[in-house]
């Protein structure tokens, strides 16, 4: 169902590109200039509420907690927000997570059955504690893949999941929050367990922000480099745009750089719909 | 004739995003060039060709320091002279009318 090919143009921004099977590949119409912001996201990150149970990370920079709200009405607000747009202006594919764990989310089915009807491809992040045979037969159904986050206190949950989603043979991207030296080793440790099987390696940096700033942490970003010389020629490890400042004056490993969320937004779904730049840094762009 | 090579600047190139903290970059690769060679196929599939990519091109990475991407596909018609050079041409032209790119034709 996902294999409709798509097109999207936006000429103020110099942007072209076409979306095939899940991958996007973007070319500027005109080649010599870059391309630059877009009004309409290529792929926005979605926010289904900040009651987050099954986590309760002490480093979560969105603060999700217990005590929050899974947001109401969802399904129905994102089917009204995204269905007055053209299929110029959809995005190709959202990624559901944000503040919570979705799979919390009573509403979780509805939404990927909305996005699915929209033409939009739902994928999303998990933590792994509640993904089971209902979410792989969901993810099957309506998703482009799902990504579980490598939360140390959760191990035992993500080491299933993972092996739950490989079995079903789902598209299926690790997160891995890089931080101190123990971090990365555990990364090389989880990187030779897993390449080759998953999709992705998905590198984030920790941010020192929400419920991280009581516990910052420095980025040993001279190991990374080390242990990323080493690994070389990387099929599959990509980067998150909070990566960008350490990745540009290296001019390492032919990674496609450009200005961090120029191409996508992040749309909080409670209310109001508002827009933001990125769920680290909430500066409303619209709604 | 068909210039032989033709370039399409790459800006980047994303497989499937998951990451709720917005871009990934990825790094280019031969992962790439197959999947650009699945999405020709796919364009030439609904245009009603039986052609696919690789009788028509062949794809490789390339740098293109000038741009601001940090890699370009280069593309190559197999054959200049023959009929499918004409076809390979037409085809192109199609493509790079969709894909925008700046597809010289000498002839």
Known sequence: ???DIKTRREEAA???????NGKTLRIPIDKNKPITELQYPEFLDISLGNKCETGKCPWCYAKGNPKGVHYPDVANRINDYFGKMTPNQRPYQVAIGGQQEPLEHPEFEQVLQTFSALGIVPNYTTNGVLFDNRAVELTQKYCGGVAITLHPHLKEYWSKAI???LANKLRTNIHFIVSDTASIDLLKEMYAKYNGKIDYFVLLPYMNVGFAAKNPKDIDYAYLEQWLDEVHSFANIAFGANFYKFLKPLKKWNVSLYPPEILSKYLVCDEAMKVYKSSFEMIQVRG | MLNEKYTI?????????????TEIYIEANKGTVKSVTEMINKI???????????????????KEEEYSSSVSLIVKSRDENSELGKKTAAILSDLTGLFSIDAAYNG
């Open chain 1, 163 to 165: 092996d739950l989603a």
């Open chain 2, 9 to 21: 600047p790459v800006h980047s190139f994303v497989d499937l995003i998951t990451n709720s903290s």
């Open chain 1, 1 to 3: 169902m996902h294999n």
């Open chain 1, 14 to 20: 110099n942007y072209s590109s076409v979306f095939y």
């Open chain 2, 44 to 62: 030439l599939d609904l245009g009603g060709s039986k052609m696919k990519c690789d009788d028509l091109f062949t794809i490789e990475l390339g």
